[in-house]
């Protein structure tokens, strides 16, 4: 598959610093957001060692990789279970470094990463940053958030629109970084050429609803560099309480790792 991606991050209009960091590799097929949490600027500190770790390691192992082999263990693709190894191993030097430096203590990120290859992608997640899939102008969740506020609208106990206006919004139950161990969830999914993918953390999602979001891309199907740069001016139109970023993807057709090209964009702009 031939896909594009774009990345795009904001400090918001509330906060000093930004603690968001994104990562794209559209040569190898793979994106991973963070949007990192902990005090003395260490959020940012983990969710750039998220997104550097994960980075080098699917890099380093993808390449030679077949694509979607099925791995017997688990019968999820090796692409899959790569993902999941990303996202653990992040976890570990996180919580370790936080460990060992008194500075670091308690920093946290949460973690999306998303890999594509042939007609497949694997997306592998903690906390609640999340991804989207916009097909023929329906948009869906691919992932779901790990935070308190997601379970009480699982079970029913509160809509979509009061679940932003809530005051424990940003409790996450899931984080990189804040324990020894951390299960990553992972999904599988069929892509079809045309697909939009969005990777976002939440200072999008806790202040625009899902209908303001699917109307900003399907207007823009044609510009990724105008949906990001809307999305991101929509959140901070809302008052852009929180650090802002988004990566979009979109399909071509079935996609072929090449060898020896590696491109990726690290970005964070205060």
Request: with cysteine; net charge negative; charged share 25%.
């Amino acid at each position: 598959m031939s896909i594009e991606m774009y990345a795009a991050t904001d400090v918001g209009m509330k906060r000093d610093h930004n603690e968001d960091f994104v990562g794209i590799t559209p040569s190898h097929g793979f994106a991973v957001l963070a949007d990192g949490m902990g005090g003395h600027n260490a959020g940012e500190v983990a969710s750039e060692m998220s997104v550097d770790i994960s980075t080098g390691f699917l890099k380093e192992n993808l390449t030679d990789l077949p694509i979607a082999e099925i791995d017997p263990e688990t019968g999820f693709t090796r692409e899959s279970v790569l993902a999941k190894q990303a996202a653990m191993m992040a976890n570990d030097v996180i919580f370790n470094t936080a460990k060992q430096k008194p500075e670091c203590a308690g920093m946290g990120t949460t973690l999306v990463i998303a890999i594509f290859y042939g007609d497949r992608l694997t997306t592998a997640h903690v906390g609640d940053s999340r991804m989207y899939r916009l097909r023929n102008e329906t948009l869906t969740h691919v992932t779901e958030d790990h935070s308190l506020i997601q379970e009480q609208v699982r079970r029913g106990l509160l809509t979509a629109e009061e679940a932003r206006n809530s005051n424990i919004k940003n409790l996450v139950t899931r984080a990189l970084g804040i324990e020894e161990g951390v299960e990553p969830d992972v999904v599988e999914d069929i892509v079809q050429a045309g697909d939009m993918y969005l990777l976002c953390s939440d200072g999008l999602t806790d202040v625009l609803p899902d209908e303001a979001v699917r109307l900003t891309m399907v207007e823009h199907m044609n510009d990724m560099k105008k949906m990001a740069d809307e999305l991101i001016q929509m959140a901070n139109d809302a008052g852009g309480p929180d650090n802002i970023s988004v990566i979009l993807v979109h399909t071509k057709k079935n996609f072929q790792r090449k060898k020896g090209i590696f491109s990726r964009l690290f970005s964070r702009n205060d």
